[in-house]
Nanobody, 121 residues
Framework: QVQLVESGGGLVQAGGSLRLSCAAS????????MGWYRQAPGTQRERVAI???????NYADSVKGRFTISRDNAKNTVYLQMNSLKPEDTAVYYC???????????????WGQGTQVTVSS
């Protein structure tokens, strides 16, 4: 099994910054794409940013230019640097990873438990 453990959430004023981390642990053969998603109360979970094992990135339009996703493949860890935060960024942020346990197994998606980010105006 795989565990994704997020950290770094909290309360910040508008215009401030936070850095989220997500570390994958367990007996994995490889990890493909890793990403961050968020869900505000009463809304659907939305993708914020993803990064492939090769470092290609994709961002939601709402966070382009403010958020930066990165990863450390040696540590199986993905980061989300969030700058110029806005109240509308308030949500629970979830980490996601596509994991394979051997070259012959399919890719499985795993989610972290979520970390709360609250931006006050």
């Amino acid at each position: 099994q795989v565990q994704l453990v997020e950290s770094g959430g909290g309360l910040v004023q508008a215009g401030g910054s936070l850095r989220l981390s997500c570390a994958a642990s367990g007996s994995v053969f490889s990890i493909n794409a890793m990403g961050w998603y968020r869900q505000a109360p009463g809304t659907q979970r939305e993708r914020v940013a993803i990064i492939t094992s090769g470092g290609s990135t994709n961002y939601a339009d709402s966070v382009k230019g403010r958020f930066t996703i990165s990863r450390d493949n040696a540590k199986n860890t993905v980061y989300l640097q969030m700058n110029s935060l806005k109240p509308e960024d308030t949500a629970v942020y979830y980490c996601n990873a596509a994991v394979r346990f051997s070259p012959a197994t399919p890719w499985y998606g795993y989610w972290g438990q979520g970390t709360q980010v609250t931006v006050s105006s």
